[in-house]
């Protein structure tokens, strides 16, 4: 009943929320894979030429993350600051195509990564200033199918214009596209979001005179609880296994076919996204009752795919392996959002935490796309796969082991609890 009435009263907002993940998809889509492609194919460059474009974005990111995390937190103006870095990530694009040189490709990324850091810890905090803690599974759930389905939207316009245009063309659209991104960000509207939820705010979390500002809970008392070292661990491992698959699957589909290499990473972009929608959804549901069950199948699923690629190097194989990145992308889409709510509910740290988090996402990007390159470059592409694949495998023992379930509360979180409710800052 709860969640019927919330869906009526903020329908609008809920539906601007979809189309906002739907289009931010269009706009991101082009500085992952298709950035490895248009630098492989176009401009010949070498895999560690783009594990260093690639790399700077990620550095960027890292950096970025907890002071945009700490913005969004201290922020009424959430709405405004998705559409600002949507504006500087379309900018960056045509920049993409513009420059010459890596000097010059690497500042260009570093401004981008900047900009992008802030769309996920923005959509989250927006989500859960409408909708609550109790309903977040479901509404992530969602937010992630519409993504993918964007991805899905673009993945098809972008082989299409890859093939039948110029490669470079793909950047273009996808600044063109960002158009939609600021307008469904400011269609939200801006009394539907409750800002010391979306924080992460208890009710006695708040001042007494109710007021926009709230108390939080200091870093020291947060680390207190160790799932959150642990948590973060298994960020960088996801990621580190993770990141450089993609691009590593593109390099291979554009060797000795440049022109056709926009069309295969189209369908290797689109026969994962497709999976993503249900998996998402599936998800949230899942997640309702457990976090760690479908985050460990994530980590499996990663670590499979890994070993898939080195079986074969035909195009329609990788395309076919790539299907299950559909899986593992849409469980650790839906789940580092959940988990992060539940490590900082009543803290009024939840922007800043995902923040963190995010930081150690991009520390793992970082590290998959900068190592991976030298190593396929010095050991071959098969040496890679299996690399990011025994990552996977650290990763999914270290979370298996190491990480209690977030969806109910451990007898041994009680000391770091109550140093969080003691141990607050302004």
């Known amino acids: ?63 970025a993350q907890v002071p945009a995390g700490e913005a969004i937190d201290a922020s009424r103006r959430k709405r405004w600051l998705i559409a600002a870095a949507a504006t500087a990530v379309a900018l960056g694009c045509i920049a993409t195509v513009s420059v010459q040189g890596l000097a010059w490709m690497v500042v260009i990324q570093v401004l981008v990564g900047i900009a992008a850091a802030v769309f996920p810890i923005a959509i989250a905090a927006v989500s859960l200033g409408i909708v609550g803690k109790q309903n977040l599974a479901g ?54 979001i409750d800002h010391k939820r979306a924080r992460g705010a208890d009710e006695e979390m708040c001042d007494s005179d109710c007021g926009s500002a709230v108390k939080t809970a200091s870093w020291r008392a947060l680390l207190a609880d160790r799932r959150i070292p642990i948590f973060a661990a298994s960020v960088v491992l996801f990621h580190f296994a993770n990141a450089a698959m993609l691009p590593l699957v593109g390099e291979l589909l554009s060797i000795g076919r440049p022109h056709d290499s926009s069309f295969f990473m189209s369908a290797c972009i689109l026969v994962a996204q497709f999976v993503m929608v249900p998996v998402a959804l599936v998800t949230g549901k899942v997640a309702a009752r457990s976090r760690k069950f479908p985050f460990l199948v994530g980590f499996g699923v990663l670590a499979l795919r890994g070993v898939l690629y080195t079986l074969s190097h035909n195009s329609l194989y990788l395309v076919a392996v790539q299907s299950l990145d559909g899986v593992g992308a849409a469980v650790f889409g839906v789940l580092w959002v959940l988990i992060t709510a539940d490590l900082a509910k009543g803290t009024g740290r939840f922007n800043s935490l995902q923040g963190a988090i995010q930081a150690c996402l991009g520390i793992g990007a970082f590290l998959s796309n900068f190592i991976a390159g030298f190593v396929v470059k010095n050991l071959g592409y098969d040496v890679g796969f299996l690399m990011l694949a025994g990552i996977a495998v650290a990763g999914s023992a270290l979370f298996y082991f190491a990480m209690p379930e977030t969806k109910a509360s451990q007898p041994w979180q009680a000391e770091a609890s109550s140093i969080a409710l003691t141990e607050v800052v302004q």
């Open 1 to 63: 009943m709860q969640a019927k009435t919330m869906s009526s009263k903020n329908n609008r907002s809920l539906r601007a929320l979809d189309w906002l993940n739907f289009s931010m998809a269009d706009v991101l889509t082009g500085l992952g894979p298709f950035l490895a492609i248009y630098l492989t194919a176009s401009r010949h460059w070498n895999p560690a030429q783009v594990g260093i474009v690639l790399s700077a974005q990620g550095l960027a990111t890292v950096a």
């Open 139 to 192: 509404r992530v759930g969602r937010n992630e199918a519409f993504n993918h389905a964007g991805n899905v939207s673009f993945a098809l316009l972008a082989g299409l214009i890859g093939t039948y245009i110029s490669q470079a063309s793909i950047f273009y659209a996808s600044a063109f596209l960002a158009i939609g991104t600021v307008a469904a960000a400011l269609a939200i509207r801006g009394k539907d």
